[in-house]
């Protein structure tokens, strides 16, 4: 989010004259000079149309899931990456050469620029690659879809943005929705859904003592694997939600894999990563090093993370394939939870995805973990000095929330950080509706619906009012 | 001013926050939820405040308008801390509960002071975001900004100055008034609003020509004293009890 407002205020702070001419801009092209009402209906009608395609292309990949051609998946995954890094990081780049005035070559710009797309598709799909790449790519990905967003209309943003959240709203919760049904799917038969998530590091700092194995091996890995009971037979596939390292250590809340999960394949991250203090109740078994199983701890919060669509230029609706060994990646994850806690925790009630679909809204089913639990995983680490819990959000849901946030640095610093307070809070309102709710939940809504709301309050109401004290210096 | 300053006049403001965060609050996770939540609260009642009397935005002219703002504000967000108050028993309580499910010990003093000290910091951080670095964007650029009213130093210097002092009110008096309303003290508890109302009609010297320069000493002043008294009530608290509680068994007094 942070990147995407630099990039908004040093390229185009007051929005762009000339918006991009994309598929979200079909049916109304937005002009600065139509009427109040024009420009709503205009926008409306726009965002209905992106949606319905947005729609028409998740229930293709929902058929594409079940005919089970994940090779069509993957290499139109690894195509879209590649485009949205050559063409949009390669024209997000020409802007900022001609902004900057960075002297280089046609030459050499597109030789790095090649280069850059390809080792991004690398770094994103096929891991192996140290973890701060592959964050630095996704990363990159989601600002720069999320600035191309933001060079649509003013309108046609904000009512695209709400459409998205009541979209997600519906696909994910009716049982008609397609992400419903591909998250059926996926559990029907235990296997992974092809999606791309952001897994942030935990950024706080170990107990010296833990052991941590080096888990650069996977690509969304972040070093954690808990030993812990392995109670249930092992779910497939987990999720969870994640932050990324801009909102820092701001959500690393408790997350943690209820049962050992069962791999097939060998390059595996197994992490020993243990905490003391809570977990010295509950360590039973230690992770065998090289061995593809893995034990996690229990109860978590699982985010659901639903929805990503983007749309660029081209109609192409990214998503992102991971592979199916990143599960491994669970393993940041601490046991927090108490043995209490785990009674409370239903068997088969964890169904974690190994990826989110970054593209397309996906569902997951929550670990019931009560507040207290909650709170006691959160104290518990605190006390012993370790957070480990990094959380895995989808894409597509930061790209949403920076295209608001940069939407709203179009205005004023004052409106991105009220934006950005509502996005946390709506954040951290789901995830606290996860545990009660205990089923898939749409991530975006929430904190669409306070961004929007907070920015027209404090674009209207709140600015004028604090400008006015400020520059009269009277302060409370 | 140039990035260089505009990052200058940012970290004059953010400056201690900036400290009291990373050294005391980033390493206990419960402490930055406790931070954000109470940043949120501080912007909605930023949010009420703002909704009723911005239609009555005082001018040069009107400028009693700004006495009755200032105490619906003032009380709105002493309000606030009341809630914080009532929050935090709750939570204190969950805690507790869940230390000796842990056998683990109960909350220490020093944890109670964090927690409220995550808790004003988060006011106060907000108090300096909204008033201050929020506005700070153009000092970013070549130029400088003075106000009429006060010529001995610039707009931003003047936000950065007065955002410090308000910064350390706000963590301190914080928890000056959760360790009142713990121990009854009444003198206490009445010191976070009184210093709060003190705090802000002192601004109102800045109104006045060439005032400005008596609102930052008094707005600065304030903060030395409030954090004078939390040093006081800090030292009297844990020379009683011994420190921190990665020792284990001991129960809260």
């Given at each position: 989010?942070?990147l995407v ?8 702070p ?17 002009q600065p000079?139509?009427?109040f009402s024009?420009k709503?209906g205009?926008?409306?009608l726009n965002a ?20 089970r051609c994940?090779?069509c ?10 485009m949205?890094l050559a063409?949009?990081g390669g024209?997000v ?8 005035s ?5 030459v050499?710009?597109?030789v790095l ?7 991004g598709?690398l770094?994103?799909?096929?891991s192996k ?17 999320a ?6 209309p003013?309108?046609?943003t ?19 929705g397609?992400?419903n049904?591909l998250?059926?799917?996926a ?20 107990i ?31 999720r969870?939600v ?5 909102s820092?250590?701001?959500a690393n809340?408790?997350?943690?894999q ?11 991250n197994n992490d ?9 109740l509950?360590?039973e078994?230690q992770?065998?090093?090289q061995?593809g ?8 919060l ?9 749309e ?5 609706v ?10 491994s ?12 806690a ?15 679909e970054?593209?397309?809204?996906s ?6 973990v009560?507040i ?13 000095g370790?957070l480990s ?16 946030v940069?939407?709203a640095?179009m205005y004023?610093?004052?409106?991105v ?5 509502a ?13 009660v709710?205990?089923?898939a939940?749409?991530?975006?809504p ?10 027209l309050l404090t674009?209207f109401?709140?600015d004028?009012?604090?400008v ?5 210096y009277?302060?409370? | 001013?140039?990035?260089a ?5 940012a ?14 609050i ?5 402490l930055i ?13 930023l949010v009420?405040?703002?909704s009723?009397?911005r239609g ?6 009107s400028?009693?308008?700004?006495i ?5 504000a003032v009380?709105c ?7 914080f ?10 805690l507790?509960k869940?230390?000796?499910r ?33 506005l700070?964007?153009?000092s ?13 130093m610039?707009f ?10 308000f910064?350390?009110?706000h963590?301190?008096s914080?928890?000056i008034?959760?360790?009142g309303?713990a121990e009854?003290k009444?003198?206490?508890?009445f ?30 002043s304030?903060a ?10 800090k030292w009297?608290?844990t ?5 921190p ?5 001991r129960?809260?007094?």
């Amino acid at each position: 989010m942070l990147l995407v407002v630099l990039l908004v205020q040093s390229l185009a702070p007051h929005g762009s004259d000339a918006p991009v001419n994309s598929i979200a801009m079909l049916v109304y092209d937005e002009q600065p000079t139509d009427s109040f009402s024009e420009k709503l209906g205009g926008a409306v009608l726009n965002a209905l149309v992106f949606v319905i395609i947005v729609a028409i292309v998740t229930f293709l990949l929902v058929l594409l899931f079940y005919f089970r051609c994940t090779k069509c998946l993957r290499a139109y995954m690894g195509f879209s990456a590649f485009m949205v890094l050559a063409y949009m990081g390669g024209g997000v780049a020409v802007l900022l050469i001609q902004s900057f005035s960075i002297p280089i070559d046609a030459v050499t710009f597109a030789v790095l620029l090649y280069n850059f797309a390809t080792v991004g598709v690398l770094a994103v799909f096929f891991s192996k690659m140290p973890i701060f790449v592959t964050q630095g790519y996704l990363v990159m990905i989601g600002v720069l879809v999320a600035y191309w967003f933001t060079m649509l209309p003013e309108w046609t943003t904000w009512v695209l943005l709400m459409a998205m959240a009541l979209y997600d709203v519906v696909a994910v919760l009716l049982p008609g929705g397609p992400l419903n049904m591909l998250v059926e799917l996926a559990i029907a038969r235990d296997e992974d859904i092809p999606a791309l998530i952001y897994e942030a590091r935990p950024t706080t700092r170990y107990i010296a003592s833990l052991p941590t194995s080096p888990s650069a091996v996977s690509r969304n890995s972040s070093a954690s694997g808990p030993a812990a009971v392995a109670t249930r037979p092992p779910p497939r596939w987990r999720r969870r939600v994640t932050t990324t390292p801009v909102s820092g250590n701001v959500a690393n809340l408790v997350t943690g894999q209820p049962a050992a999960i069962d791999m097939p394949e060998p390059a595996r991250n197994n992490d020993n990563v243990r905490p003391i203090g809570i977990s010295a109740l509950r360590i039973e078994s230690q992770v065998p090093e090289q061995s593809g199983q893995q034990q996690q701890g229990v109860g978590g919060l699982l985010l659901n993370n639903t929805n990503d669509h983007q749309e660029n230029g081209p109609a192409v609706v990214e998503r992102w394939t991971t592979r199916r060994s990143s599960s491994s990646d669970e393993e940041d994850t601490v046991p927090l939870v108490s043995s209490q806690a785990q009674a409370l925790i239903p068997p088969h009630s964890t169904v974690i995805m190994d990826g989110v679909e970054s593209s397309f809204p996906s569902a997951a089913r929550s670990e019931a973990v009560n507040i207290e639990a909650l709170l006691e995983d959160v104290v518990g680490n605190g006390e012993s000095g370790v957070l480990s819990g990094a959380i895995k959000l989808g894409l597509g849901d930061f790209i949403f929330y920076s295209v608001l946030v940069g939407r709203a640095a179009m205005y004023d610093m004052m409106t991105v950080y009220a934006c950005y307070l509502a996005i946390v809070a709506g954040l951290g309102s789901t995830l606290i509706l996860l545990t009660v709710w205990r089923r898939a939940l749409p991530a975006l809504p929430i904190s669409i619906t306070l961004g929007v709301i907070f920015y027209l309050l404090t674009r209207f109401i709140v600015d004028p009012f604090m400008v006015n004290l400020s520059t009269h210096y009277v302060y409370f | 001013m140039t990035l260089a300053g505009g990052l200058g006049y940012a970290l004059i403001a953010l400056g201690p926050g900036i400290a009291l965060f990373f050294t005391v609050i980033i390493n206990k996770p419960f402490l930055i939820l406790t931070l954000i939540a109470s940043v949120l609260s501080w912007l909605v009642s930023l949010v009420l405040i703002s909704s009723v009397w911005r239609g009555f935005l005082p001018g040069e002219a009107s400028a009693w308008v700004y006495i009755p703002l200032l105490l619906t504000a003032v009380g709105c967000q002493e309000a606030a801390r009341l809630m914080f108050w009532h929050l935090y028993l709750r939570v204190e309580d969950i805690l507790n509960k869940i230390a000796v499910r842990l056998s683990k010990p109960r909350l220490h003093a020093v944890d109670k002071f964090e927690i409220a000290l995550a808790f004003g910091l988060g006011h106060g951080l907000a108090h300096v975001i909204f008033f201050c670095v929020a506005l700070l964007t153009p000092s970013f650029g070549p130029a400088t900004l003075y106000v009429n009213s006060c010529s001995q130093m610039p707009f931003f210097m003047m936000a950065a100055l007065t955002g410090l002092g308000f910064l350390l009110i706000h963590t301190f008096s914080m928890i000056i008034a959760f360790d009142g309303h713990a121990e009854g003290k009444k003198s206490q508890q009445f010191f976070a609003p009184g210093m709060h109302l003190l705090v802000s009609f002192s601004t109102l010297a800045n109104l006045a020509q060439g005032g400005c320069v008596y609102g930052v000493s008094a707005t600065l002043s304030c903060a030395l004293v409030t954090s004078a008294v939390c040093w006081k009530i800090k030292w009297d608290k844990t020379s009683e009890d011994s420190l921190p509680p990665s020792s284990s068994n001991r129960t809260h007094h």
